[in-house]
């Protein structure tokens, strides 16, 4: 080949490779520009959802108000004993809540679960109040919650004789007297005085044979005979109630208990004249406590979204426990899980293919949304490492995690303020939202809290208590106090069984 020729050659080799990068360079650049193009279209796509959650999810003060007037109305109806009201306004028969004057020995029962506890406590009066307390768990084995009554009752009551035969020398009962325990049963319980009940159903993977209709007293009764425990039911309660009643002894001006955990319920004093489907004599104290069971209230005011009618809708109870499903714990957390799964279904959130796990229902649960929610390092490791647990996502990025966060946020927010318009209509319902008309002091009103969402979710707390204060105002606002009665339920019941002791100077039962 000639000189020439190899140049010739040679600039065309280089112009091909020439053209070959500005090709490569083009391609390389509309590739980034399409990828650019898609990670655009993707955070648009993404920020839709949010915007919508936002939207659905939001509870203005405005709204929640009105909610609270619709709660006002049903706890109206539940009193008048209308069967279509939504809140079945239950008469607890407790209507002597405890002074701070009890003294002697009291047991209790907590029954509510797969556990349950027994526990004894010493009362001192008003100079020692608990001068000591002891308690026990126990575990139900599987078998008898799907046995019979009388299994069932005869293990409870086996395990109560048991700790019983631990009393130590720091308990003391008076000569002649009988032992009295108040049994808190969480169960839905047709309640006919202060130490009876017939059982409705069972629920919490019970399944029990030939209790349904039976007085639980009497079942639990029997079963001490049995066992030769000589022991009287002085109240029945549920745990709802048995927080109102530990909350009041410990502070005297408690006139409503709610729990917040993995359910949520509330009870309240309310005078018994308001009771208009009270038939009987007016109690001496001429106060009732009412569990308002406030889980199954329902409003088209209620801001549900399509996350919330679609849990529902899946639910083992469809259509019922409508409030609770929005501010418990124990949806909490699927309600996020939901919100997430749009988001990798329709804006990659996690990327092209969507976790596999985040299609399971519940596998998001609240103790993990609140770790997620409480986060505040700068690069959000805790949460990552939250997802990368639960969801199965290895690595995310600050974005995602932000997101996630934000989305915690929104639904724990929405959860905490209608809780507060629930405590803010039980206190318009009692007359203690506002200050007086003649100019008087609103008097100092405590609401007692108990349950792990409240204690242990601070962002929940803290936004209900704040709300809260909205709500109310700033005057009225100053004489409310919502304060944690941790485990109220359990020392409750044997203060009950106390406050209304057959030994007593009045008995109540």
């Given at each position: ?7 010739g ?5 280089c112009?091909a490779?020439g053209?070959a990068?500005?090709l490569?360079r083009?391609r390389r650049r ?5 990828l650019?193009?898609?990670?655009v279209?993707?955070?648009k ?5 949010i915007?919508?959650?936002e ?7 405005a ?8 709660m006002?109305v049903e706890?109206?109806r539940g009193?008048?004993g209308?069967?279509h ?13 405890p002074?701070?004057?009890?003294h002697g ?5 907590d ?5 349950f506890?027994?526990l004894?406590?010493?009362?001192g009066g008003?100079?020692?109040r608990?001068?000591k ?9 599987p078998?008898?919650m ?5 299994e069932l009752?005869?293990?409870i ?16 009962l008076?000569e ?7 049994f808190?049963?969480s ?12 059982l409705?159903?069972?629920?919490k ?8 209709g039976?007085d639980?007293v ?26 109102l ?5 410990m ?5 409503a ?5 993995t ?15 009270w ?6 104290s ?7 069971e406030w889980?199954?209230?329902k409003s ?17 109870n469809?259509?019922?426990q409508i ?22 279904h329709?804006?990659?959130?996690f ?6 796990k ?7 649960r609240?103790p993990?949304?609140s ?8 690069d959000?490791?805790i ?12 690595d ?6 932000y997101i996630t ?5 929104i639904?724990?927010?929405?959860g ?39 204690e ?18 700033e ?6 106090v919502?304060?944690l009665?941790n485990?109220g339920?359990g ?17 109540y039962?």
């Amino acid at each position: 080949m000639g000189k020439a020729a190899a140049v010739g050659t040679a600039v065309v080799v280089c112009a091909a490779v020439g053209v070959a990068v500005v090709l490569a360079r083009r391609r390389r650049r509309r590739e980034a520009e399409l990828l650019g193009s898609a990670e655009v279209e993707r955070k648009k796509r993404a920020a839709a959802v949010i915007e919508d959650v936002e939207r659905n999810l939001a509870t203005p003060t405005a709204l929640l108000r009105s909610i609270a007037d619709a709660m006002v109305v049903e706890m109206e109806r539940g009193l008048r004993g209308d069967i279509h009201a939504c809140l079945k306004m239950l008469i607890s028969y407790v209507d002597n809540l405890p002074t701070g004057d009890e003294h002697g020995l009291f047991y209790a029962l907590d029954l509510g679960g797969t556990n349950f506890r027994v526990l004894r406590v010493q009362l001192g009066g008003r100079e020692k109040r608990v001068v000591k307390q002891q308690y026990d768990e126990v575990s139900i084995p599987p078998h008898l919650m799907v046995g019979t009554s009388m299994e069932l009752f005869d293990f409870i009551a086996a395990a109560l004789a048991k700790f019983v035969d631990t009393e130590g020398d720091d308990f003391h009962l008076p000569e002649g007297r009988q032992r009295e325990l108040g049994f808190t049963f969480s169960f839905p319980v047709h309640q006919t005085s202060i130490s009876s009940g017939t059982l409705i159903k069972w629920t919490k993977g019970f399944s029990i044979n030939g209790a349904v209709g039976e007085d639980v007293v009497g079942e639990l009764s029997r079963a001490m005979e049995r066992q030769g425990l000589d022991m009287k039911v002085t109240a029945l309660v549920n745990d709802t109630v048995g927080t109102l009643a530990g909350g009041r002894y410990m502070d005297n001006d408690v006139v409503a208990a709610v729990i917040l955990g993995t359910g949520t319920n509330a009870a309240y004093v309310e005078h018994a004249n308001a009771i208009p489907k009270w038939t009987g004599l007016l109690p001496r104290s001429g106060n009732m406590v009412i569990n308002t069971e406030w889980g199954s209230f329902k409003s088209d005011k209620l801001p549900l979204s399509e996350y919330d009618k679609a849990m529902d809708f899946e639910s083992l109870n469809p259509g019922e426990q409508i409030y609770e499903k929005m501010i418990s714990g124990m949806y909490l957390g699927e309600i996020v899980r939901r919100i997430l799964l749009k988001l990798a279904h329709d804006a990659s959130l996690f990327g092209d293919v969507v976790p596999p796990k985040l299609e399971q229902p519940f596998i998001l649960r609240t103790p993990d949304m609140s770790a997620m929610h409480h986060d505040s390092s700068h690069d959000l490791k805790i949460l990552g490492a939250k997802l990368k647990d639960i969801v199965g996502v290895a690595d995310t990025s600050l974005e995602v995690r932000y997101i996630t966060r934000h989305i915690c946020d929104i639904v724990a927010e929405r959860g905490a303020r209608l809780a507060a318009a629930g405590i803010y209509s039980i206190l318009k319902k009692i007359g203690r939202d506002k200050v007086p008309s003649d100019g008087s002091k609103l008097p100092r009103t405590v609401v007692a809290l108990d349950g792990g969402l409240y204690e242990h979710y601070k962002k929940f707390s803290s936004c209900l208590e704040a709300t809260l204060q909205d709500l109310l105002g700033e005057e009225a606002s100053s004489s409310v106090v919502a304060k944690l009665a941790n485990d109220g339920s359990g020392i409750g019941a044997a203060l009950l069984a106390a406050s209304h002791s057959q030994f007593g100077e009045v008995d109540y039962s």
